[in-house]
């Protein structure tokens, strides 16, 4: 049995969330934050549960909610983290994916200090369906749930000045996240696993696949299967009011991805922007919903951008998604290219933090 207890604050209320641009509300936060209880047992809790439910010994355990990909609160793509894993069961992780029902919900098992400095800070990922070796915004959301506990304990400023980096030991393996300050608050940028670059595909059979037009999907670019983590087929998409107006049998799409042996699922962008600032539009649209954002295609994006020249070696590009499903969410990308070599493929975006709470087992 699962109970739920969610401390809804100021943090919840869009005017009073001047804390991520206001440096004193923002030490108040972070002061009671580091103050929340961590251990996965707290007594006048657990008392009170017990009171609840007779004869149970209760068992609590801290998330954090926080908004990723973005700079306002109620936007980007949500997740849940629980600082403080150890004594959870994989079923009950599972269990508490499919009960926080996000994209992904992660599970934080702290370690020796010493360890941790050897191989990072060890999360798991799950969805409500599965555990996966790797997310994009559930990387640069736990991130930066632990630099916030970080900079309270005193291991770097509070007010950020100087650069600071967490390494997350994940299913996929190592991942660092740089954090820096800037006009938007906390920016954090992970740096994923080198790109792997599979299959292309003919635009005649995506496009049927889809039930598009083959001249909807662009020509200068491919169609191409590509993965830092986690594998997507990347489909570029001619105007923006194609993306904007998707509809496609997924069954059908999908069947697709099965028959030519390709995981994953497809990640449409285009050029067509509008906005000279905006590098990218894109939409990623799975059998159990549209994602907000999507940190883990949009890197597979960078790598494929700057192997065919859509971004020079480097290039900082501005990838917009989630405006269809009203979650507005903004992903900075860049990699580095040396030769025919890409590398150093970089996700950023800012995370806000909107609630916090305990689950009760």
Avoid at 76 to 101: C, I, Y
Avoid at 185 to 205: D, N, S, T
Avoid at 247 to 254: P, V
Wanted: include cysteine; hydrophobic fraction near 40%; charge should be positive.
């Amino acid at each position: 049995m699962l109970g739920l207890l969610v401390r809804r604050g100021p943090i919840l209320v869009a005017p009073q969330i001047q804390w991520f641009h206001d440096m004193d509300t923002r030490r108040r936060f972070l002061t009671k934050f580091a103050a929340s209880t961590i251990a996965p047992v707290t007594l006048g809790r657990a008392l009170a549960y017990s009171a609840i439910i007779p004869n149970r010994v209760a068992r609590a355990f801290h998330f954090v909610q926080i908004d990723v990909f973005t700079s306002q609160p109620l936007a980007g793509n949500p997740l849940s983290v629980f600082t403080d894993a150890r004594g959870l069961s994989d079923s009950e992780m599972q269990s508490l994916a499919r009960e926080t029902n996000l994209q992904e919900t992660t599970f934080v098992f702290p370690r020796d200090v010493s360890v941790e400095a050897q191989e990072g800070i060890k999360v798991r990922i799950f969805t409500p369906e599965e555990e996966i070796p790797f997310g994009g915004h559930p990387t640069l959301g736990t991130a930066t749930v632990l630099q916030t506990l970080r900079a309270r304990s005193g291991t770097v400023s509070a007010d950020h000045t100087s650069p600071s980096t967490i390494v997350l030991d994940l299913k996929v393996g190592k991942v660092p996240v740089s954090f820096r300050e800037d006009a938007d608050g906390l920016f954090g940028e992970m740096r994923q696993v080198p790109p792997v670059f599979g299959a292309l595909h003919k635009v005649r059979a995506v496009a049927k696949a889809l039930g598009l037009n083959a001249a909807q999907i662009e020509s200068d670019l491919p169609i191409q299967t590509v993965s830092t983590g986690l594998v997507f087929t990347l489909v570029p998409i001619r105007h923006l009011s194609t993306l904007q107006s998707l509809k496609f049998d997924l069954r059908k799409a999908y069947d697709y991805l099965r028959q030519h042996r390709q995981g994953g699922g497809f990640y449409f962008i285009t050029r067509d922007t509008g906005d000279p600032g905006i590098g990218l539009r894109a939409r990623a649209i799975f059998p159990n919903g549209e994602d907000p954002a999507t940190g883990s295609a949009a890197g597979c994006t960078s790598a494929w951008m700057v192997k065919y020249g859509a971004a020079r070696s480097d290039e900082s590009v501005l990838i917009l998604q989630g405006v269809e499903v009203k979650r507005p969410s903004r992903l900075f990308v860049k990699s580095s290219r040396n030769g025919i070599v890409i590398s150093n493929v970089r996700v950023g975006g800012h995370a806000v933090p909107i609630m916090e709470g305990e689950a009760t087992l």
